[in-house]
């Protein structure tokens, strides 16, 4: 600014004027009260002072460690590290499957055996009694005729060889009485057991041969008259069973329920029996088998009441449930096999084998299961068979497996149409080591 002043009064011209000036008077300087060194005032002006300290406004600090923040990222580091440990030791994976399945439809007939040789289905039976009574009222007097009856064994010491009685044969209780079977049998012959010749035997219904109360003999022995003059006349014998004695026998007049009353009790204990039958029978057959409605025979029998009562109020009802069953998987394959023409080798479940409906080809109402060596029955219906998975060979081959072996693992199982597969924690390459980490869901579409 001094530059530009003194520039700027150069320009201007100086004025011309008498101004009169006064003299000018300088102090006088006296170098006794001068500092003897006055650039010494000045250096230790504060002004000129040079300062150790750099100004705070442009200084960089140097960045110093937070205590907390590295406490913070180490602990972080720590929890990180700990769940990919855990993780991957509790490491597990799931496989869904989806099985090929095929959907076929069956009028087929087939053989069942009660001792099978290779290749040849096995049938199973099972026999089940039950008894239900109903108290009605009696309101009418009627003239009874009844026949005494009751459950008797019939014995084979003769020979080996077994022994057809045909319907209606007679026999004869102590004291002469004849009682009659209603239905043929056949008696076994004898065999033996632990070095002892066991006689063969087999239970039937026997009936008097007239009504009346003269044959309510109880427990008896019987003999058979139509082999009389034959060695088996003292080979073959009976005798009644104690839990079921000769009684029932009747001939007089007693108040009984109406017919229609009866009839219509009789039919509801026919059904009570029924349903509790199937139930106990299907709680006593053991797991792995198979049997249908149709494979089912139910017989029921009117017992006798106390001939000596007035009034006849109960009307009591038994019945016989006979059960045929077949090990599932065996009837699995045997149809698998018939009808199949694919995969007739490959292991196979029935998903549906509860709606097929089976037929006996022959009728059973009357048969002798003790001489029933096979049966021919036909299922009919549309069967799914849906490929069987082995659950237990398939987690032991993708144990410790790479994921990306995981399509060549599946593919060696003819029976999978479609599988998927998740590992988890989801950064695993690898499925767990043990098998036992590996579960498998099939889903049927």
């Not at 406004?57 to 990180?80: D, H, M, Q, Y």
């Not at 059973?364 to 029955?377: G, M, T």
């Amino acid at each position: 600014m001094d530059g530009i002043k003194r520039k700027l009064n150069q320009d201007l011209p100086t004025p011309k004027s008498e101004i009169a000036r006064r003299p000018s008077y300088a102090p006088e300087l006296r170098p006794d009260l001068l500092p003897s060194d006055t650039s010494e005032r000045i250096s230790k002006n504060p002004f000129f002072e040079k300062s150790d300290h750099v100004n705070e406004t442009f200084r960089v600090k140097p960045e110093r460690n937070n205590p907390l923040l590295l406490w913070g990222l180490a602990v972080i580091s720590l929890v990180v590290l700990g769940l990919i440990l855990v993780t991957s030791y509790f490491s597990s994976a799931t496989i869904e499957i989806v099985p090929v399945t095929q959907k076929i439809e069956i009028d087929q007939e087939f053989t069942a055996v009660k001792d099978p040789e290779e290749n040849q289905l096995a049938f199973y039976s099972m026999v089940l009694n039950e008894e239900k009574a109903k108290e009605i009222p009696a309101t009418i007097e009627k003239k009874i005729q009844e026949k005494a009856s009751g459950r008797v064994i019939i014995f084979n010491t003769y020979s080996k060889d077994p022994q057809r009685l045909i319907k209606n044969t007679r026999l004869e209780a102590t004291g002469g009485k004849i009682f009659r079977i209603n239905d043929s049998v056949v008696v076994p012959g004898t065999k033996m057991v632990n070095g002892k010749m066991e006689p063969g035997q087999i239970e039937a219904v026997a009936y008097a041969d007239a009504a009346g109360k003269e044959y309510n003999l109880g427990v008896v022995d019987f003999t058979i008259p139509g082999f009389k003059g034959d060695p088996r006349y003292t080979k073959f014998f009976a005798r009644s069973v104690e839990s079921s004695p000769l009684s029932g026998g009747f001939s007089g007049s007693v108040k009984v329920p109406s017919d229609e009353d009866i009839s219509k009790a009789q039919q509801e204990l026919k059904e009570d029996l029924k349903k509790s039958s199937i139930e106990k029978a299907q709680a006593k057959i053991p797991e792995g088998v198979t049997f249908f409605p149709g494979s089912v025979v139910l017989k029921y029998e009117e017992v006798p009441q106390d001939p000596s009562q007035e009034e006849r109020k109960n009307v009591i009802v038994k019945s016989t449930l006979l059960v045929f069953f077949f090990d599932t998987a065996s009837l699995t394959n045997k149809m698998a096999k018939e009808v199949l023409k694919e995969d007739k080798n490959a292991a196979q479940t029935i998903s549906n084998m509860s709606s097929l409906v089976f037929s006996f080809v022959d009728p059973v109402d009357n048969i002798i299961l003790s001489d029933l060596s096979a049966i021919k029955f036909r299922i009919a219906g549309n069967i799914v068979f849906v490929g069987d998975i082995n659950k237990e060979k398939l987690v032991k081959d993708l144990a410790g497996k790479n994921n990306n072996e995981f399509s060549s693992v599946i593919e060696q199982q003819a029976n999978i149409r479609k599988a998927n597969g998740e590992i988890f924690p989801m950064w695993n390459s690898s499925f767990p080591k043990d098998p036992a980490d590996i579960s498998v869901k099939i889903i049927n579409e």
